[in-house]
């Protein structure tokens, strides 16, 4: 931490503006070292490159059942100078390995690798934007601008519509706006960078403008043999949630006696997640044959899958039109 005496004082005023008359500035820790995400906590001032944050708390994440699960490092911001709302992400390390059909991908956090991406879209509609800076330590600090607006995830969750109102109604529009997206992804292999992360959470719906824009591309995985793959993956996989409304899962239709129950087999469940089913057709028959051609790339049975986004497109742009409106 530096000393508050240290704090510049624009930035000084900028504190005592955001705080009120009757704030102590004394007792603000600011720091310059972010290396210990611990100690960045509310109330503190991050201060680099010239600029400082009032960090107000950590951001958390709802996924798979954990509510509310905080991320130690990542900060909810003011930024001081502007009075904008930010999102600061700090260094932090992470290595799991995946598999996907038999294949296996090395999968890290890399802050760096979100500091290129940030770089590399800056001003693309369908990313969320921002700057990435280092603190006196060499840390990549990404400070990030606030979208205002809603999880994909949750959007379509909240959908009130049975399955087969909202696939002829809602759905078209929807995937017009995924398809923006799995262009925004084809855009980023061309540059030869990947997502690392593609999930239906990791789509947000801004608000101010109805444009889908992907977040937290700070993931990044090793395959020798398939250098986009687990991108793909992922994108399959929000493609299967989006055309089934939510997920449709084996044990919901059993509970249910569902007559799809006689006819599916274990080729037809989602390549990733066995509990998931990708051949929607059997479940939903008015879904076009060449909407679930492209699920089932992505199933069990699949015996080939998506080399590159371009050739996701031109499956989908056949789907879209089958659809029509």
């Not at 947000?204 to 250098?227: A, M, P």
């Not at 569902?258 to 879904?287: S, T, W």
């Amino acid at each position: 931490m530096a000393p508050m005496e240290n704090l510049p004082e624009p930035i000084r005023q900028q504190l005592a503006h955001a705080l009120g008359p009757s704030a102590n500035l004394n007792t603000v820790a600011v720091h310059t070292d972010t290396t210990d995400f611990y100690r960045v906590s509310y109330g503190d001032v991050l201060l680099i490159d010239g600029k400082g944050y009032l960090i107000r708390q950590n951001a958390k994440e709802g996924r798979f059942g954990i509510d509310d699960q905080e991320k130690f490092w990542v900060k909810m911001a003011m930024d001081l100078a502007s009075g904008q709302r930010k999102i600061i992400k700090l260094v932090f390390h992470e290595r799991f390995t995946a598999h996907i059909g038999g294949i296996a991908f090395e999968c890290f956090r890399s802050p760096r690798k979100e500091a290129r991406i940030l770089k590399r879209v800056g001003g693309h509609p369908n990313f969320m934007q921002g700057k990435a800076l280092e603190d006196e330590k060499g840390n990549t600090v990404r400070i990030l601008d606030f979208i205002y607006g809603r999880p994909l995830s949750s959007h379509i969750e909240d959908l009130s519509a049975d399955h087969r109102t909202y696939f002829h109604e809602a759905f078209p529009a929807i995937l017009d706006n995924f398809i923006g997206c799995v262009r925004a992804i084809a855009f980023l292999h061309a540059q030869g960078e990947k997502h690392g992360d593609i999930r239906r959470d990791h789509i947000l719906i801004d608000r101010e403008t109805d444009t889908y824009r992907w977040i937290d591309f700070d993931f990044n995985f090793r395959h020798r043999e398939s250098f986009y793959g687990y991108d793909l993956f992922g994108l399959g996989n929000v493609l299967m949630f989006l055309a089934g409304k939510g997920d449709v899962l084996v044990q919901d239709l059993h509970r249910q006696n569902h007559p799809a129950m006689a006819v599916l087999e274990q080729g037809d469940v989602n390549i990733v997640f066995h509990h998931r089913v990708a051949n929607l057709r059997k479940v939903y028959d008015y879904i076009p044959e060449s909407l679930n051609r492209v699920l089932l790339h992505f199933s069990m049975g699949a015996n080939w899958f998506y080399e590159t986004c371009d050739q996701l497109l031109e499956d989908l742009g056949n789907c879209r039109a089958e659809l029509g409106r």
